[in-house]
């Protein structure tokens, strides 16, 4: 069975930095798209970032300049780095991947999600 778990998060002052990190395990052909996505009370959850497995990357307008995304295929891993954090990236962030699974099977994943707290 195909499972993204995340690592990383926790409570952070505005400024500061947090990584998160999110790993694939399972029997599976290849990862596509990988991505960040995040969700704040009362709020759609959103797009934050995202890599293809080629390494191309995409941010969302509110965090570029100052979260990184990237990926390690052997390890079957992708990082948000987050540097200079706000009170507003508040919200629950959670991983994202398209997976291969079988031959023509591409199947969408997400991991548990990680709590991410900015104190002003």
């Given amino acids: 069975q195909v499972q993204l778990v995340e690592s990383g998060g926790g409570l952070e002052e505005a ?29 759609k959850r959103e797009l934050v970032a995202s890599i ?3 390494g191309s990357t995409n941010y969302a307008d509110s965090v570029k300049g ?12 992708v990082h948000l780095q987050m540097n200079s954090l706000k009170p507003e990236d508040t919200a629950v962030y959670y991983c994202n991947a398209k997976i291969l699974v079988a031959f023509g099977y591409l199947n969408e994943y997400w991991g548990q999600g990680s709590q991410v707290t900015v104190s002003s």
């Fill in 52 to 54: 293809t497995s080629g």
């Fill in 15 to 43: 400024g500061g930095s947090l990584r998160l990190s999110c790993a694939a395990s399972g029997r599976f052909i290849s990862i596509n798209d990988m991505g960040w996505y995040r969700q704040a009370p009362g709020k």
């Fill in 66 to 77: 100052r979260f990184t995304i990237s990926r390690d295929n052997a390890k079957r891993t």
